[in-house]
Structures are given as C-alpha cells and as structure tokens.
C-alpha cells in the first residue's frame, strides 16, 4: 500500500496560482502511477491532471493550458501548479496513486490508495 500525503491548498483570487504536493511512501516499487482528483461540495470526484513514472502526462479538459503535473521520482513526489486559478477550481483535492503500473488514467478505479485531501479555494 501506498501512503500520500497532500500539501499546498489555501486560499487565493481569480487568476492566482497554487502549488500543490504530495508526497508517496511505502511499497512503491520502481512504477508508479499518481493522479490529481478535486472534488467540489455536493458534487462527485473527477481527475484533473496524471502522470506515471515513464512521463505520460494526462489533463482534464477544463485545466489544460493553466495547470501542470510534474513528478520527483527521486523523492517521489508529485506537483500540481494551478495558474489563473477560477472560482470553479474550488474544491478538496486528493493525490491518489498505484503502484506497479503505468498510464496516466483520470478515473477513480485507476487507483487503489488516496491522500486525506487538501481544500483549494478561490475567490472571485
């Protein structure tokens, strides 16, 4: 089992920008696939952006262009920039990952082990 830990959300204004990690521990292994999930209040939770270890990068159409995954193999982590963040970026947001695998899949059932969530705010 992978352990995640998120960090970086807050609270900002139209147009501004965070950056979020998350940090992966535990059975690892050398191929790992990790995903970006935000989930709105009342509403379900969607993938935003993915990306394995062999580089394959995926986005949901609504942040292409302004947000961008990027992974530390070294330290396995995994980062979010979010620019000119919108008031519909609003929501909690979960890293999810899986081991032994590659694909940069944006759906729930590509993952099997998830972080507590951190909440993203924005402001108009």
């Known amino acids: 089992q992978v352990q995640l830990v998120e960090s970086g959300g807050g609270s900002v204004q139209s147009g501004g920008s965070l950056r979020l990690a998350c940090a992966a521990s535990g059975y690892i292994g050398s191929r790992v696939c990790l995903g970006w999930f935000r989930q709105p209040p009342g509403k379900e939770r969607e993938g935003v952006a993915a990306i394995d270890s062999d580089g394959r990068i995926n986005y949901v159409a609504s942040v292409k262009g302004r947000f961008t995954v990027s992974l530390n193999n070294a330290k396995n982590v995994v980062y979010l920039q979010m620019n000119s963040l919108k008031p519909e970026d609003t929501a909690m947001y979960y890293c999810?990952?899986?081991?032994?695998?590659?694909?940069?899949?944006?759906?729930?059932?590509?993952?099997?082990?998830w972080g507590q969530g951190t909440q993203v705010t924005v402001s108009s």
């Open positions: 999810a990952a899986r081991a032994y695998c590659s694909g940069a899949g944006l759906s729930r059932s590509s993952y099997n082990s």
